[in-house]
């Protein structure tokens, strides 16, 4: 045809049966075919064909549509769930020391319960008072490395009751202080005074370390 307005009528078949298709109007964009129902596009003259960009489906499922990728999480929720485990990763961390004692047990201002082992290095300064301890195959006090140690009216029974080494100060003043192998083991320099304890056990003292 002639008028440039109208669509072009070329080869003007249904592409998915190819039954003869209608004259569209000029304005339309697309046509139905009355034979087998399918829908196509129609290119008008001098109009440029463009592929039509399908949607992109980015959930299938609708019980999934409500619930956003897992990339989209915030930062919160992900802490919310770490957090439970916090103490449990703080703890495996900090395993150090002698029998693998937990660092948190070396912090200053925090009191020790006597439910695992103690220890005390890198010129600390502890107070044990009052505190009762039976840990039956452990050592119960570890001190090394400069600390300064006072051991105030407690219980400690264990394997070894106490170590000290490397200038450790120990002060033990009333209490009871049992190993099942030795009560009081020093080494290397270590001192460690006794008042009014009960001590169950032996007593081990080598490297120029004393017990009085």
């Given at each position: 045809m002639s008028d440039s307005n109208e669509a072009?009528?070329?080869?003007?078949?249904?592409?998915?049966?190819?039954?003869?298709?209608?004259i569209p109007d000029p304005d339309a964009r697309?046509?139905?075919?009355?034979?087998?129902g399918a829908s196509y596009a129609i290119r008008h003259p001098l109009e440029p064909y463009?592929?039509?960009?399908?949607?992109?489906?980015?959930?299938?499922?609708?019980?999934?549509?409500?619930?956003?990728?897992?990339?989209?999480?915030?930062?919160?929720?992900?802490?919310?769930?770490?957090?439970?485990?916090l103490p449990a990763i703080i703890v495996t961390l900090t395993m150090v020391g002698p029998a693998n004692i937990p660092l948190v047990n070396r912090?200053?201002?925090i009191r020790w319960d006597g439910k695992e082992p103690f220890t005390c290095s890198g010129n600390d300064d502890r107070v044990i008072d009052g505190v009762t301890a039976d840990l039956a195959g452990y050592i119960v006090v570890s001190a090394s490395s400069?600390?300064?140690?006072?051991?105030?009216?407690?219980?400690?029974?264990?394997?070894?009751?106490?170590?000290?080494?490397?200038n450790a100060e120990v002060n033990i003043v009333g209490g009871e202080i049992e190993g099942s192998e030795i009560s009081i083991e020093t080494d290397n320099n270590a001192e460690v005074l006794v008042s009014?304890?009960?001590?169950?056990?032996?007593?081990?003292?080598?490297?120029?370390?004393?017990?009085h």
């Amino acid at each position: 045809m002639s008028d440039s307005n109208e669509a072009s009528i070329k080869a003007l078949k249904c592409p998915s049966c190819s039954a003869p298709a209608p004259i569209p109007d000029p304005d339309a964009r697309y046509a139905k075919c009355v034979y087998c129902g399918a829908s196509y596009a129609i290119r008008h003259p001098l109009e440029p064909y463009r592929p039509r960009k399908e949607p992109v489906l980015i959930y299938a499922s609708p019980e999934r549509a409500s619930t956003p990728p897992p990339s989209s999480r915030s930062f919160s929720s992900k802490l919310l769930f770490i957090i439970p485990f916090l103490p449990a990763i703080i703890v495996t961390l900090t395993m150090v020391g002698p029998a693998n004692i937990p660092l948190v047990n070396r912090l200053p201002g925090i009191r020790w319960d006597g439910k695992e082992p103690f220890t005390c290095s890198g010129n600390d300064d502890r107070v044990i008072d009052g505190v009762t301890a039976d840990l039956a195959g452990y050592i119960v006090v570890s001190a090394s490395s400069n600390c300064h140690l006072q051991i105030r009216n407690s219980s400690l029974r264990g394997k070894i009751a106490i170590l000290a080494s490397g200038n450790a100060e120990v002060n033990i003043v009333g209490g009871e202080i049992e190993g099942s192998e030795i009560s009081i083991e020093t080494d290397n320099n270590a001192e460690v005074l006794v008042s009014g304890a009960v001590l169950k056990g032996r007593q081990i003292h080598k490297g120029n370390s004393h017990i009085h």
